[in-house]
C-alpha cells in the first residue's frame, strides 16, 4: 500500500528564489500564471462537483482522485498565517482571495478596474452554482462581500486602505445565478485615518436597476497597531496601514 509523503511547510522545505516567501519580479509573474491556471482548473472542478449527478461509482473514483490532488499539493504548505510567495501584501494584491483572486477554487472570480484619481472601483462577476443561496439566486452573504470588497478597493486605490469597521448592505432585489453583474464602488470622504464609501451591484444588461447596495467605514491601522495585527505573518502589511 502505498504511503503519501508528509506534509512538509514552506518556509522549512524551501530555498532559492523561494525562500521565506520573497520572489524576484520574473519568478513572481512565472508563479502567478501557474497558479492562475490551476485556480481555473479547480473552478471548473469545483463548478462540476456542484452540478453533478453521475452514479455512486462515478462519485467514489472522483472522491479518490479529488484526495489525490490533495496528497500532490500537500507535500509543501504555508502555514496559516504565512503570505503566499505570489501576494503583495504593501499593495494589497491577495492571489488566493475569495472574491478575485485567480487562484482560489471558491473566487467567482471578480475582475476590477481602478480610478484611483476618482475614488472608484468598477468590477464585472458572473457568480455560479458553487455560491448559490436560495434556489437559482446568489447567496446573501456572497452579494455582502462582493460590496465590501469594491468599497474597501475603491478607498485602497485613492490611498485610504484600510479594514471594514461597519458595513451597511441593503439588498433590493433577488441577485440571479449566472447574470453578469456591474459592481461599482465610490470612495465618499476621508477623515483621518476614517473613509467612508458607497456601492451598487446591477445586472450588466440592467444598470439602471439597482439589486443591491452598500456603504461602509473603513479604518486604517496605526502602523504600530498593524504590527501587532499582522505580526503572524512575519511581513509588513501596508495595504491595510496608515500612511500618516
Known amino acids: 500500500m502505498r504511503e503519501d509523503p508528509p506534509a512538509r511547510h514552506h518556509s522549512?522545505?524551501?530555498?532559492?528564489?523561494?525562500?521565506?516567501?520573497?520572489?524576484?519580479?520574473?519568478?513572481?509573474?512565472?508563479?502567478r500564471a501557474a497558479v492562475g491556471e490551476l485556480g481555473e482548473a479547480l473552478r471548473e472542478l469545483v463548478d462540476a462537483a456542484v452540478r453533478t449527478e453521475v452514479p455512486l461509482d462515478r462519485l467514489a473514483e472522483?472522491?479518490?482522485?479529488?484526495?489525490?490532488?490533495?496528497?500532490?499539493?500537500?507535500?509543501?504548505?504555508?502555514?496559516?498565517?504565512?503570505?503566499?510567495s505570489v501576494d503583495d501584501p504593501d499593495s494589497g494584491q491577495r492571489w488566493y482571495s475569495p472574491v478575485y483572486g485567480p487562484g482560489s477554487p471558491v473566487a467567482p472570480p471578480m475582475e476590477v478596474v481602478d480610478f484611483p484619481d476618482e475614488g472608484r472601483c468598477v468590477s464585472r462577476v458572473t457568480v455560479g452554482k458553487k455560491l448559490e443561496g436560495p434556489p437559482g439566486l446568489v447567496h446573501g452573504g456572497v452579494v455582502a462581500t462582493l460590496l465590501d470588497h469594491v468599497l474597501?478597493?475603491?478607498?485602497?486605490?485613492?490611498?485610504?486602505?484600510?479594514l471594514t469597521a461597519t458595513l451597511t448592505v441593503t439588498y433590493r432585489r433577488p441577485v440571479h445565478l449566472g447574470v453578469p453583474l456591474l459592481v461599482t464602488g465610490q470612495l465618499v470622504s476621508v477623515e483621518g485615518r476614517r473613509a467612508t464609501a458607497t456601492a451598487r451591484l446591477v445586472a450588466e444588461?440592467?444598470?439602471?436597476?439597482?439589486?443591491?447596495?452598500?456603504?461602509?467605514?473603513?479604518?486604517a491601522l496605526r502602523a504600530e497597531r498593524a504590527s501587532e495585527v499582522f505580526a503572524r505573518t512575519g511581513r509588513d502589511v501596508g495595504a491595510w496601514t496608515s500612511r500618516s
Open 152 to 162: 474597501a478597493r475603491s478607498a485602497r486605490g485613492a490611498g485610504h486602505g484600510g
Open 62 to 84: 472522483a472522491t479518490g482522485a479529488a484526495r489525490e490532488l490533495t496528497a500532490l499539493l500537500s507535500t509543501d504548505l504555508r502555514e496559516v498565517h504565512e503570505i503566499a
Open 12 to 31: 522549512q522545505a524551501r530555498g532559492g528564489p523561494l525562500q521565506e516567501g520573497h520572489l524576484t519580479e520574473e519568478a513572481r509573474e512565472v508563479r
Open 205 to 219: 444588461d440592467d444598470p439602471g436597476t439597482t439589486l443591491a447596495e452598500g456603504e461602509a467605514l473603513l479604518v
